[in-house]
């Protein structure tokens, strides 16, 4: 890491300013002088490749500021700078007597690249200034408001997920077991990720960051489908949320839409122990029973229909299930990531790509592309009504129609 740290700030600012005049001799060597095109590759690259240096040097170094901002958010920066614009020696002063301020500098000029930082020289001045961004105020943690955030940053980039990437083309080439029984986080840590690094007496720390991780992007998640649908058009329905644990779900649309109560159908040992609540009908059944799930005319379900959960043949015998449950015009709403169709990836959709590949690391089935979800629908006669995107790449709205 450091060797390409030093690489890519010394190398990659002299290979980027000669840049230019290297491509006019290279066009020159190709186009008029025949062979010369050759030597011209030989002595630096082709033309093409010299080209993408700087967005080559830019991806192989993303990682850079995640490791900066992991290393801000550790040292609780984004508290200690506040509200406030300080000086170098004050942050330094705030962090403690051995503070190396060079370091301190370097890493607050990289989270100034990536806007989470803002720098600026007082006028008369010439000690430089530091003050957050309202990017970088996201990741301040005292006061317990913002926990989420600064928790993802804790929880993707500490040493045992960092590490499992590192096994990933041994993990490609095999080296998991047999369909990959083992994942590149039990490659790297010796064990799976949820029993074995993240337990409350061997790793509480790690363990607490994960959590805060889980709960804030659970309670995102709530908001993002009670606001992605407009709920008080199913106030003369009956509404099932499948596989909905305790409720919470049931009890944010049932609220958001002003529904008298909302059905919420779990298993019956998950049933005994919900809290009651006073807009949520709990009702113990089993998806795989059809008489069990109520006549209803709205059917939700979030991440139950994940392939971690079931195989193919499950999924579309649930759906079928879901089907006969439904009234004639029955809307079936699916929470789940939606990955892009192949030859469909762009700048816009790509997120959930991301996120899948953390499910990778950690031994999840993939996510289900858009046309996936679409094939399923249709073996299970439902038509795609809506393909909704949320602020969050794991939680789409996938609206299903019956035909
Ligand atoms: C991954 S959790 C999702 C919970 C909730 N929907 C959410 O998004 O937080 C899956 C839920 O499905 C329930 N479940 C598992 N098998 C089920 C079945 N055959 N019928 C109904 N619910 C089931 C589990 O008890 C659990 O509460």
Same mark, same amino acid.
């Not at 003369?236 to 958001?256: M, P, Q, R, T, W």
């Not at 679409?374 to 299903?400: G, N, R, W």
């Given at each position: 890491?450091?060797?390409?740290?030093?690489?890519?700030?010394?190398?990659?600012?002299?290979?980027?300013?000669?840049?230019?005049?290297?491509?006019?001799?290279?066009?020159?060597?190709?186009?008029?002088?025949?062979?010369?095109?050759?030597?011209?590759?030989?002595?630096?690259?082709?033309?093409?490749?010299?080209?993408?240096?700087?967005?080559?040097?830019?991806?192989?170094?993303?990682?850079?500021?995640?490791?900066?901002?992991?290393?801000?958010?550790?040292?609780?920066?984004?508290?200690?700078?506040?509200?406030?614009?300080?000086?170098?020696?004050?942050?330094?002063?705030?962090?403690?007597?051995?503070?190396?301020?060079?370091?301190?500098?370097?890493?607050?000029?990289?989270?100034?690249?990536?806007?989470?930082?803002?720098?600026?020289?007082?006028?008369?001045?010439?000690?430089?200034?530091?003050?957050?961004?309202?990017?970088?105020?996201?990741?301040?943690?005292?006061?317990?408001?913002?926990?989420?955030?600064?928790?993802?940053? +804790?929880?993707?980039?500490?040493?045992?997920?960092?590490?499992?990437?590192?096994?990933?083309?041994?993990?490609?080439?095999?080296?998991?077991?047999?369909?990959?029984?083992?994942?590149?986080?039990?490659?790297?840590?010796?064990? /799976?990720?949820?029993?074995?690094?993240?337990?409350?007496?061997?790793?509480?720390?790690?363990?607490?960051?994960?959590?805060?991780?889980?709960?804030?992007?659970?309670?995102?998640?709530?908001?993002?489908?009670?606001?992605?649908?407009?709920?008080?058009?199913?106030?003369?329905?009956?509404?099932?949320? /499948?596989?909905?644990?305790?409720?919470? +779900?049931?009890?944010?649309?049932?609220?958001?839409?002003?529904?008298?109560?909302?059905?919420?159908?779990?298993?019956?040992?998950?049933?005994?122990?919900?809290?009651?609540?006073?807009?949520?009908?709990?009702?113990?059944?089993?998806?795989?029973?059809?008489?069990?799930?109520?006549?209803?005319?709205?059917?939700?379900?979030?991440?139950?229909?994940?392939?971690?959960?079931?195989?193919?043949?499950?999924?579309?015998?649930?759906?079928?299930?879901?089907?006969?449950?439904?009234?004639?015009?029955?809307?079936?709403? /699916?929470?789940?990531?939606?990955?892009?169709?192949?030859?469909?990836?762009?700048?816009?959709?790509?997120?959930?790509?991301?996120?899948?590949?953390?499910?990778?690391?950690?031994?999840?089935?993939?996510?289900?592309?858009?046309?996936?979800?679409?094939?399923?629908?249709?073996?299970?006669?439902?038509?795609?009504?809506?393909?909704?995107?949320?602020? +969050?790449?794991?939680?789409?709205? /996938?609206?299903?129609?019956?035909?």
């Amino acid at each position: 890491f450091h060797h390409e740290r030093l690489w890519s700030e010394r190398n990659a600012r002299i290979l980027v300013e000669r840049r230019p005049r290297r491509f006019h001799k290279q066009v020159k060597g190709i186009y008029n002088e025949g062979n010369g095109a050759t030597s011209a590759r030989n002595a630096g690259g082709s033309m093409d490749t010299d080209m993408f240096l700087p967005i080559v040097l830019k991806l192989a170094s993303q990682h850079f500021a995640s490791q900066a901002l992991y290393a801000a958010v550790r040292l609780q920066l984004p508290d200690i700078i506040g509200e406030k614009q300080l000086s170098l020696d004050e942050i330094a002063g705030r962090l403690g007597d051995k503070t190396n301020k060079d370091a301190l500098r370097r890493t607050l000029r990289l989270l100034t690249a990536v806007q989470v930082v803002e720098e600026m020289v007082l006028p008369g001045s010439k000690e430089e200034q530091f003050s957050l961004t309202s990017l970088g105020k996201c990741f301040q943690r005292a006061s317990g408001a913002n926990i989420g955030m600064a928790s993802c940053i +804790l929880h993707w980039m500490e040493q045992p997920l960092w590490n499992a990437w590192l096994e990933l083309p041994q993990y490609i080439m095999g080296e998991g077991g047999p369909c990959g029984t083992n994942s590149p986080f039990a490659m790297a840590n010796g064990g /799976i990720s949820s029993d074995f690094w993240y337990n409350e007496r061997d790793q509480p720390e790690s363990l607490s960051h994960a959590n805060d991780f889980v709960r804030y992007i659970h309670n995102q998640e709530v908001a993002a489908v009670v606001n992605g649908l407009d709920w008080t058009v199913f106030r003369k329905n009956v509404v099932v949320d /499948i596989g909905g644990h305790f409720g919470i +779900l049931a009890a944010a649309i049932a609220e958001k839409g002003d529904l008298p109560d909302v059905i919420c159908l779990d298993l019956p040992n998950v049933i005994s122990k919900a809290p009651k609540r006073s807009n949520v009908n709990l009702v113990a059944g089993d998806v795989f029973d059809a008489a069990t799930i109520p006549s209803c005319d709205v059917i939700v379900m979030k991440h139950f229909l994940d392939k971690c959960m079931w195989n193919d043949e499950e999924t579309i015998q649930i759906l079928k299930n879901c089907h006969g449950a439904l009234s004639q015009a029955g809307t079936l709403v /699916i929470a789940e990531a939606v990955l892009p169709s192949y030859g469909d990836v762009s700048d816009e959709n790509a997120l959930p790509i991301y996120m899948d590949a953390l499910y990778l690391l950690v031994g999840r089935e993939g996510q289900r592309t858009q046309a996936e979800w679409e094939i399923l629908a249709y073996q299970t006669s439902f038509e795609v009504k809506d393909m909704k995107k949320t602020h +969050l790449p794991s939680c789409s709205l /996938i609206v299903l129609q019956k035909v």
